[in-house]
């Protein structure tokens, strides 16, 4: 079989396409939302231009010494070539980039302000909690961190289990998150937008299933939100969601989570006070709408084996099963 031009042309294009999409996007250090980040990306294209051009000009000095005439070849063996290109080069090359990457270091730790808004991160295998200590006792999300514009956040990261990392790829860099131990990292979003972050540091059989949503919004949108957090949830509208809210009790899901306004107060599991609203399920591994709620429920272990959700797929019947994922669909 030969190749064609056409298709050639093809491959080049998905291959561009490919390399221009990872250049922005909502988990990329290449499409900055915060000043952190933009630091970051200027010193990976200032490392990666440059890598390219030194790459470029060694493999120029290559082809000159295998086919350039005798003469010329000839000077790529004195000893001011060999000092000058192997050693001087190089040397002050690399001690001008190190003196570059520790001030960008030295840059995106330090704070920014004098009251930046606290916010808790828990990372639990394999989900995420999120409190915001400051701004009462009910304001509490799960697998989603929100932020203002414009106004400094400092993350308090800590594991309640086994060693982790956050990382928020258009916001920071990535910080580990220990077991005993309080990490604090500062950031900014300077525009409203949906971001994804992950755990980078390998944590158990879902690791790779351990990711969260973090979502700028404008600061009355914002405090909005966060005032929805605070409030006991409203009763239930229709009666399959009554009929939801009983199977909830029943089955025993109080004990694990925490549903605002009820007898339900658990930390064991992910805050379902307002998980209707929420962008995705299970840590980033589903689209959050009532087909996939149900879902969840009725066999969590067949969709992210390993975490600590029972499947309720054979002790509760469908009926029962939608019937729940109503009302928690209800909860917003």
């Known amino acids: 079989m030969t190749e064609t031009p056409g298709r050639h042309r093809v491959l080049a294009g998905l291959l561009l396409a490919g390399v221009l999409g990872a250049c922005s996007g909502v988990q990329t250090p290449l499409d900055p939302m915060g000043d952190h980040a933009a630091r970051i990306a200027v010193l990976t294209w200032v490392l990666f231009i440059g890598g390219t051009a030194i790459f470029v000009l060694v493999m120029g000095l290559l082809v000159f010494a295998v086919f350039a005439p005798a003469r010329i070849r000839q000077a790529f063996g004195t000893r001011g070539f060999v000092v000058g290109g192997g050693i001087i080069f190089p040397t002050v090359t690399l001690i001008a980039l190190l003196i570059y990457s520790l001030g960008v270091s030295r840059a995106v730790v330090l704070p920014m ?49 086994v060693i982790h990392s956050l990382w928020i ?47 700028a919004q404008e600061p009355a949108e914002f405090d909005a939100w966060l005032a929805r957090q605070r409030e006991p949830i409203a009763p239930p509208a229709t009666p399959e969601q009554a009929r939801g809210m009983q199977v909830f009790g029943e089955a025993g899901c109080g004990a694990c989570h925490t549903v605002r306004g009820t007898e339900w107060q658990s930390r064991l599991g992910p805050d379902l006070s307002r998980v209707g609203s929420r962008l995705s399920l299970a840590a980033g591994a589903l689209d959050n709408h009532r087909g996939t709620l149900a879902g969840w429920v009725a066999g969590a272990q067949d969709i992210k084996p390993g975490n600590n959700m029972p499947a309720f797929g054979r002790s509760l019947p469908g009926d029962d099963l939608l019937a729940v994922a109503a009302w928690m669909e209800s909860l917003r």
């Open 169 to 215: 790829p258009n916001l920071h860099g990535k910080m580990d998150m220990i077991p005993g131990r309080v990490n604090r990292q500062r950031m900014r979003a300077d525009r409203p937008g949906v971001m994804r972050g992950q755990c980078t540091e390998f944590c158990g059989v879902q690791h790779t299933l351990m990711a969260f949503w973090a979502v």
């Open 113 to 161: 302000s004098d009251n930046p808004l606290r916010i808790e991160v828990i990372a639990r295998q394999y989900w995420w909690e999120v409190r915001y200590p400051d701004e009462g006792e009910g304001a509490v999300t799960a697998n989603e961190l929100r932020l203002p514009v414009g106004r400094e956040v400092e993350l308090l990261l800590s594991s309640a289990d």
